[in-house]
């Protein structure tokens, strides 16, 4: 998953929403107005728009922007609160319903809200609520989606952490020197107590620098196979191509200010890595 691109999105359905309502449901919207903002397009029920959301999630399918639920074609539980869609059965040439059944399932694992169109009193316009798939159930084929408010689309309420990877790590790195101070038999104690040993997922807003791999490269080149800091050969061989395994790592740092240059590099092996980081 590409977590800024995640982000991005949510942050782009967020203001097609607020371009139809600044409240829960958008009412009365012409079919002409989601058309032109994205929010839906054709006849399908489940609108994709591959073109702009392909590499959000993976690189072989998009991201559900909207579904349109008529009621004539599933026999699907709709209520204020949120709806029960039935998967996709159309059992049209090719791959699209699977298609749109994976575009839906990306929408739940990267929690990216949706937007579901429904019929207005008059015939001719629509209503949409936006919303996120809370169950995805393959079994039963049918997923959950509640409707939301813009408020609940905040990013930290959908789990999004904001801090860079280092500051992530050094906070884990905190804790684990925490729980070191205590007893085995205290640690075992908590373990049991947590009972749940499945992690939690989260969406991690990694910031990063883009790196020269010319630089790599030459670094890499420059060492011929050995660790420029103990001198020693690489550790193993790389099974992509066979070439020695070394890393090449920032004398100063980047975050410090440091330069993505020659001079300022060293192809090293993983054990004076992490010794450079963490001795």
């Known amino acids: 998953m590409n977590n800024l691109s995640i982000k991005q999105e949510i942050e782009r359905r967020k203001k097609l ?16 107005q989601l058309r032109d903002l994205g929010i ?14 392909k590499g ?3 690189d072989d399918a998009g991201v559900a922007v909207s579904i349109l639920h008529t009621g004539k074609d599933y026999d699907d539980d709709f209520s204020e609160k949120g709806i029960n869609y039935d ?7 090719g791959s699209h319903d699977q298609n749109e059944i994976q575009a839906l399932k990306n929408c739940y694992d990267a929690k990216i809200p949706l937007f579901v169109i429904s019929k207005s009193a008059n015939k001719k316009l629509r209503n949409v609520h936006i919303g996120l798939i809370e169950i ?5 084929k049918k ?33 684990v020197g ?4 205590t007893t085995s038999a205290k640690r075992q104690q908590r373990i049991l107590a947590a009972a749940n040993n499945k992690p939690k997922k989260v969406l991690r807003y990694v910031e990063d620098y883009t790196r020269n791999p010319d630089i790599v490269a030459e670094a890499l080149y420059r060492a011929k196979g050995n660790c420029e800091a103990c001198h020693q050969p690489a550790p193993f061989m790389k099974k992509s191509n066979g070439e020695p395994y070394l890393e090449v790592h920032h004398i100063k740092p980047l975050s410090q200010g440091g330069q993505d ?3 300022n590099v060293q192809a090293i092996c993983p054990n004076c890595h992490r010794k450079m980081h963490f001795g």
Do not use: C, H, M
């Open 178 to 181: 925490d729980s070191l101070t």
């Open 143 to 175: 997923t959950y989606i509640k409707f939301v408010s813009l408020k609940e689309l905040d990013i930290s309420e959908l789990g999004l952490v904001t801090e860079i990877q280092a500051e992530y790590k050094n906070k884990f790195d905190i804790a």
């Open 261 to 263: 240059s020659l001079d």
């Open 136 to 140: 995805f159930d393959n079994q039963q």
């Open 56 to 58: 959000i999630v993976s």
């Open 87 to 93: 998967f996709p059965s159309t059992k049209r040439n």
């Open 40 to 53: 839906y397009s054709g006849a399908a029920g489940v609108w994709v728009n591959t073109a702009l959301t």
């Open 17 to 32: 929403f607020n371009a139809i309502t600044y409240v829960d449901i958008a009412i009365d919207v012409t079919a002409g």
